[in-house]
Structures are given as structure tokens and as C-alpha cells.
Antibody, heavy 123, light 107 residues
């Protein structure tokens, strides 16, 4: 089956750290560009960042609210992508989704999503 | 950052109705526009990419149109399983940005 499965969410105090994982299966991960998107309780979707395939340079981009605090990485040998979250704030409380970025020509879209993992930042 | 504004924020409709949701970008984004459907407690699901291309497996009652700054998602005949929240998202520039969502409710 083609799927993404996130893990690693939980309760953390403000200022703490957490590492989310996303396990991919059913597609050629080594060529995949991956992204993370979050959704605060009762709110809309917020793009966090993306990582390109190593063949495309393996570079990362981030949204301003998380830049310098969050880091996206990948391990192609395990078909996994990670989101390291440091200096967490209460406003980082959300469901975190990883997604596979599809592409047709220069059109990019999030074609496959995991079920999400919940992060709660609270004292 | 490119701001995406959807209207309306919510709407009530009946099964069989034709429903149109609009999305406006704060600058021209050509056809770099995607639409997603999200049901409560579930992950989003891609419906339309490149403004008007229907994702494989998505029913043909869904269609997208527009280019530049103004886009629409149309559901030609609303079905019970279509009651959900719909989001537009631009893929023209980084950071990617979403509209605030349009909740489609049962009348």
C-alpha cells in the first residue's frame, strides 16, 4: 500500500524539543520530495516546510514561524522523513502531517498525506 | 508571502445543489493552484492540481477553473460525502500558503 505514517507526537513543555518521524511505503522514496503541514485545533492548514530529494539537492525550505527552530531531514535508507522541533511554543500545538509532493511539469501538489500526529505544547 | 483568500468561509447547501467556492491570490500565480478536501478528524485529500486538473480517482462532479489571481472550485451536484472543508493552496512560490478554508454544511 502507498502510505505515510507519522509518529513521535506528544505533550511537551514550552521550550522543549520533539522529533517527529514519517515512514513512507509503496512508492520510490529516494526520488520523493516531502513536506510537513500542521493544523492547530479548529484552524486551517499551515505549510511548515519541505525537503527535496537528494537528487534534486536535498535542500530544505521553511515557513517563517518555524525557521531556525524546526529542521526537516530524511533517511532514504529507511524511507523516512523527520521533523526536529526545538524551542517549542504553545502556538506550535497542532496536528502535524507529512505529505508526498507530486509533480507534473512545474506543478507541485501534496498528493499523499499521512493521518497526522498530535503535538501539544503546554506546561 | 502570497495570501490566499477563500469565499465564502462557510455555506449551507442541499444534496444535488451546484456549489462554487472561490479563491483569490494576492498576486498572480498563473495556474499554480491546488484544491484539497478535508473531512473532520481526517487528513486532507487532493482534488484538483494545476487549477483544473482532476486528481485520479476524484469524481467528475468536481472541477476547477481560473488563472492569474482568481480561481473557482465547483461541485456540480453535491453528494452526502462532499460535506467537508475545502482549501485552496498556491504552489507558485515558497512559502506555500493555503486559503482559510470553506466549510460546506448540510442545509
Amino acid at each position: 500500500d502507498v502510505q505515510l505514517v507519522e509518529s513521535g507526537g506528544g505533550l511537551v513543555e514550552p521550550g522543549g524539543s520533539l522529533r517527529l518521524s514519517c515512514a513512507a511505503s509503496g512508492f520510490t522514496f529516494i526520488h520523493a520530495w516531502m513536506s510537513w503541514v500542521r493544523q492547530a485545533p479548529g484552524k486551517g492548514l499551515e505549510w511548515i516546510g519541505r525537503i527535496k530529494s537528494k537528487g534534486a539537492g536535498g535542500t530544505t525550505e521553511y515557513a517563517a514561524p518555524v525557521k531556525g527552530r524546526f529542521t526537516i531531514s530524511r533517511d532514504d535508507s529507511q524511507n523516512m522523513v523527520f521533523l526536529q522541533m526545538n524551542s517549542l511554543k504553545t502556538e506550535d500545538t497542532a496536528v502535524y502531517y507529512c505529505s508526498w509532493i507530486g509533480r507534473v511539469e512545474n506543478y507541485y501538489y501534496m498528493v499523499l498525506w499521512g493521518k497526522g500526529t498530535t503535538v501539544t505544547v503546554s506546561s | 508571502d502570497i495570501q490566499m483568500t477563500q469565499s465564502p468561509s462557510s455555506l449551507s447547501a442541499s444534496v444535488g445543489d451546484r456549489v462554487t467556492i472561490t479563491c483569490r491570490a494576492s498576486q498572480r500565480i498563473n495556474s499554480y493552484l491546488n484544491w484539497y478536501q478535508q473531512k473532520p478528524g481526517k487528513a486532507p485529500n487532493l482534488l484538483i492540481y494545476a487549477a483544473s486538473s482532476l486528481m485520479s480517482g476524484v469524481p467528475s462532479r468536481f472541477s476547477g477553473s481560473g488563472s492569474g489571481t482568481d480561481f473557482t472550485l465547483t461541485i456540480s451536484s453535491l453528494q452526502p460525502e462532499d460535506f467537508a472543508t475545502y482549501y485552496c493552496q498556491q504552489s507558485y512560490d515558497i512559502p506555500r500558503t493555503f486559503g482559510q478554508g470553506t466549510k460546506v454544511e448540510i442545509k
